[in-house]
Structure formats: structure tokens, C-alpha cells
């Protein structure tokens, strides 16, 4: 039998001992070089509207392509890097009250993947109803969610906060925002008189038509979360109506959200159905910033608004 030499045998016992330790190290890490134990621990399944997302340690780079996901984001402490702001820088200082530095990625309807690709997001949250469409491309980008925000209820609204507070690694931050929020509404409420029962209504004109938002529509959840009636009770957010129309439901107070230039109620105030509604005969006529009353949603604009209820009713 051959015999080797002992400094030889000390070699390969070295060479061994090293290919131990690599082989450890290596199973320990993940590809990204953090500790594998550390990733399992610190990731998070989410839960959303187009299936299940998982998301690792606290994104930092994230993009919104809907507002009320930049108040809840905002909320919790973080600016995004992305938002799809409709090219209107001005619309976004409005909700966070300040200005903030951060890329347009485009519009909500048709936000530019290629800008959002090039930020290098950890994160992007997206609706369930604009952006199912490209749900696939964006998840190639970064970890998505989708949730509600376009068509969504208060509570659907709240809810989409929650969710997001668990991506950010913030649930603790999410629970403490949401419960402060829910003291800002009940005290808001309280505020209101007692024997309070007139009916209320947030229509919407443009120039050739006027929509009511009905008690199911975001802003009418608000009113009623207030203490009011409101007039047009239905399971349908929305609901198109004539001056006919209006003057049936004749609405105690009456908030309007117009847009820009001539709408449609410039034409009925020649009418005497117009001057005849109790709103009108009152002086319970009010302006309702559009942006904030049906755009923005979210924790921030929900209180801006029933704020702004009390103001105009009751001047306080």
C-alpha cells in the first residue's frame, strides 16, 4: 500500500476543514447575502386583492399609483420615491400638505412602467380596478399589492391601510394612526347637535350632467359617520339625476363638487325648480373641494372633510 507524507495529509485535512466552513456559510445566506433564518423571520405573506405577495424587511423605495395609498403611506412616516400623480405636482402638496420630493410615474389611469422599473422599488401598491391589467408586468418590477381605492368604501378604504401598514413592517404604527383617526371622527361627531335630523347630499357637476353620491358612496359613509340623514339612501355609490329629479329628493343641505369652467347647475339656477329647493331657500348651498371630497380618500382627507362639514354648517 502507497504511504503518503504527513505534510501532505495536513494539506488535504486543511483544504477539507475550509470546504466545511464555505459549504456553512453558504446554506446560512440567502442570494441576496442576508442570513436565511433573518429573512424567513422578517418576511411577511400579504394578503390582497389579486392573491398573496410576499414582502422582506421594511421597504424604503416605494411607489404609489393611487392617492389614498400616498396618504396611508405618507401617514406611516414614508415619502415614496414613485407616485402616479396625473402630472399634477400641485394635486399631491394638497394631500400631504407639504412638498415632498419624489417622481411622477404618470397618471393613475395609465402609469409609465418604465420610470417605475427605473426607480428600483422594494414595493409598488396598486388598485385592483386600474391596474389589474398589468398586475403581471408590475410584480416583475417589484413585490406588488393590489387594493382597493378607486371604488372603495370607507371601510374597504381603511382596510387597504391596514394592509398596507403590514407591508411596510409598520403594524404597530398602522393600529396607533387608525385609532387616533377613529378619535378625530367621534369627536367630530359629538360636535354636532343633538336634535340634528336634516338630510344631506355631495352631488358632483359637470358641465352637462350632475351626479349625487348616495348614502354607499365614500363621502356619504362620512355623513353618516357624522350623525346625518342622508338623502338618497341606495346601494349604488352614484346616481345621475335631473333638476326634476333633484327637487324630489330636495335635500336639506346640499355640498357641491364641481369642475372647472361652466357646469350644468350655471343653467338650473334660472330655474325656478332651483330657487325652490329647501338647500337653496336656506343658504344650505356649499363648495366642496373635489380633490379632497371624492380624489384623495384616506385618513387624512376623511377627517379634512368631515372638518369641513362642521365648518360650513355650523361655522365652527
Same mark, same amino acid.
Given at each position: ?24 456559510? &453558504? ?29 422582506? #424587511? ?52 395609465? =402609469? ?30 417589484? =413585490? ?42 367621534? #369627536? ?26 348616495? &348614502? ?34 330636495? =335635500? ?19 330655474? =325656478? ?44
Amino acid at each position: 500500500m502507497r504511504t503518503y507524507p504527513n505534510k501532505f495529509i495536513a494539506i488535504i485535512s486543511v483544504l477539507l476543514i475550509a470546504c466545511f466552513l464555505i459549504s456553512g456559510c &453558504s446554506s446560512s445566506q440567502d442570494n441576496s447575502g442576508s442570513k436565511a433564518g433573518s429573512k424567513s423571520k422578517d418576511s411577511r405573506v400579504i394578503q390582497h386583492e389579486d392573491g398573496k405577495t410576499t414582502v422582506t #424587511g421594511t421597504p424604503k423605495r416605494v411607489v404609489v399609483l393611487e392617492l389614498s395609498f400616498l396618504d396611508a403611506v405618507y401617514n406611516l412616516g414614508i415619502t415614496p420615491v414613485g407616485i402616479a400623480d396625473d402630472n399634477k405636482k400641485d394635486m399631491i402638496q394638497k394631500l400631504v400638505g407639504s412638498s415632498i420630493d419624489y417622481t411622477s410615474v404618470g397618471t393613475r389611469s395609465e =402609469p409609465n412602467l418604465e420610470v417605475i422599473s427605473s426607480l428600483k422599488p422594494d414595493l409598488i401598491i396598486a388598485d385592483a380596478e386600474r391596474h389589474k391589467n398589468i398586475y403581471k408586468q408590475l410584480k416583475q418590477i417589484a =413585490p406588488t399589492v393590489e387594493l382597493k381605492s378607486r371604488e372603495a368604501t370607507y371601510d374597504e378604504t381603511m382596510d387597504s391601510f391596514k394592509t398596507i401598514s403590514k407591508a411596510l413592517n409598520k403594524e404597530k404604527e398602522g393600529k396607533e394612526k387608525l385609532a387616533d383617526h377613529t378619535k378625530v371622527i367621534n #369627536g367630530l361627531k359629538a360636535e354636532l347637535p343633538k336634535d340634528e335630523n336634516r338630510s344631506i347630499v355631495l352631488g358632483v357637476a359637470r358641465a352637462d350632467s350632475f351626479q349625487l353620491h348616495t &348614502s354607499s358612496s365614500y363621502d356619504g359613509e362620512i355623513f353618516s359617520m357624522l350623525g346625518f340623514t342622508h338623502a338618497v339612501k341606495s346601494d349604488n355609490a352614484y346616481q345621475e339625476v335631473s333638476l326634476e329629479q333633484l327637487s324630489k329628493i330636495d =335635500p336639506d343641505i346640499l355640498f357641491i363638487s364641481a369642475n372647472e369652467g361652466k357646469t350644468i347647475v350655471d343653467e338650473w339656477k334660472k330655474n =325656478p325648480l332651483w330657487k325652490n329647493l329647501k338647500a337653496v331657500k336656506n343658504g344650505q348651498i356649499y363648495d366642496a373641494d373635489r380633490d379632497i371630497w371624492t380624489r384623495f380618500r384616506g385618513i387624512k382627507s376623511s377627517e379634512t372633510s368631515a372638518k369641513d362639514v362642521l365648518k360650513k354648517v355650523y361655522n365652527k
